[in-house]
């Protein structure tokens, strides 16, 4: 049923930008709650932001100020625009959302490496 596919991740220089890219298949994206988490080595999965159907939107306190997230439904994407970038957002970033109860569907994760 829905797959979801992220991209934008690589390596960035401390205070750089990212732009991150999830395409999600399917008829049903626009009535879709998503979210982006990541996950540093040897730490918990941590939810980042999360953009409801409406258009509403929540950040995780660590990245509040400089990362956006955003959704464009006529291409069933959402982007999260990573600002200010700082070596502890070093992490693999991945695309969520629900299909219905008990029915989480990820992505395949992208790779953000953010160093000198």
């Known amino acids: 049923q829905v797959q979801l596919v992220e991209s934008g991740g690589g390596l960035v220089q401390p205070g750089g930008s990212l732009r991150l890219s999830c395409v999600a298949s399917?008829?049903?994206?626009?009535?879709?709650?998503m979210n982006w988490y990541r996950q540093a080595p040897g730490k918990q999965r941590e939810l980042v932001a999360t953009?409801?159907?409406?258009?509403?939107?929540n950040y995780g306190d660590s990245v509040k100020g400089r990362f956006t997230i955003s959704r464009d439904n006529a291409k069933n994407t959402v982007y999260l625009q990573m600002n200010s970038l700082k070596p502890e957002d070093t992490a693999v970033y991945y695309c969520?959302?629900?299909?219905?109860?008990?029915?989480?569907?990820w992505g395949q994760g992208t790779q953000v490496t953010v160093s000198s």
């Open positions: 969520n959302t629900r299909l219905g109860p008990g029915l989480p569907s």
């Open positions: 953009i409801t159907s409406a258009g509403n939107t």
């Open positions: 399917g008829s049903s994206f626009s009535t879709y709650t």
